[in-house]
Nanobody, 124 residues
Framework: QVQLVESGGGLVQAGGSLRLSCAASGRTRSTAVVGWFRQAPGKEREFVGRINLIKWSSSPYYADSVKGRFTISRDNVKNTVYLQMNSLKVEDTAVYYC???????????????WGQGTQVTVSS
C-alpha cells in the first residue's frame, strides 16, 4: 500500500501562487507515476499534470489549461512531489488530488492510490 498526503492548499487572490505538496509513504517503489487532478464544484475530476518517477529523462506533462503556469517537481529524498501553481485564475478553484500508479497516462483509472485532496480557492 501507498499513502499519499496533500498539503499546501488555501485561499489566494487571482494572479497569486500556491505550492501543493504530495508526500508519499509505504511501498512507494510500487509506483511509477504521480499525477495531479482537480475537481471543481459541480464538475468531474480532471487531469492537471503528471510526472514519471522512473524515467529520469522524462519531463512532466501538463493539461493545456495549466501549461505554462503550473510546474511539477519532486524531491526523492523526501518522497514528495510538488505542484507549483503560478498566475492562478478563479477557474483554478477546486479540490486538488495527487495520485500514484504504474501507468504513465492522464486517465485517472490508471492510478491506484489517491490522497485525500486539498482545497484551493482563488478569489477575484
Amino acid at each position: 500500500q501507498v499513502q499519499l498526503v496533500e498539503s499546501g492548499g488555501g485561499l489566494v487572490q487571482a494572479g497569486g501562487s500556491l505550492r501543493l505538496s504530495c508526500a508519499a509513504s509505504g511501498r512507494t517503489r510500487s509506483t511509477a507515476v504521480v499525477g495531479w487532478f482537480r475537481q471543481a464544484p459541480g464538475k468531474e475530476r480532471e487531469f492537471v499534470g503528471r510526472i514519471n518517477l522512473i524515467k529520469w529523462s522524462s519531463s512532466p506533462y501538463y493539461a493545456d489549461s495549466v501549461k505554462g503556469r503550473f510546474t511539477i517537481s519532486r524531491d526523492n529524498v523526501k518522497n514528495t512531489v510538488y505542484l507549483q501553481m503560478n498566475s492562478l485564475k478563479v477557474e483554478d478553484t477546486a479540490v486538488y488530488y495527487c495520485a500514484a500508479g504504474m501507468v504513465d497516462g492522464n486517465d485517472q483509472k490508471g492510478y491506484d492510490y489517491w490522497g485525500q485532496g486539498t482545497q484551493v480557492t482563488v478569489s477575484s
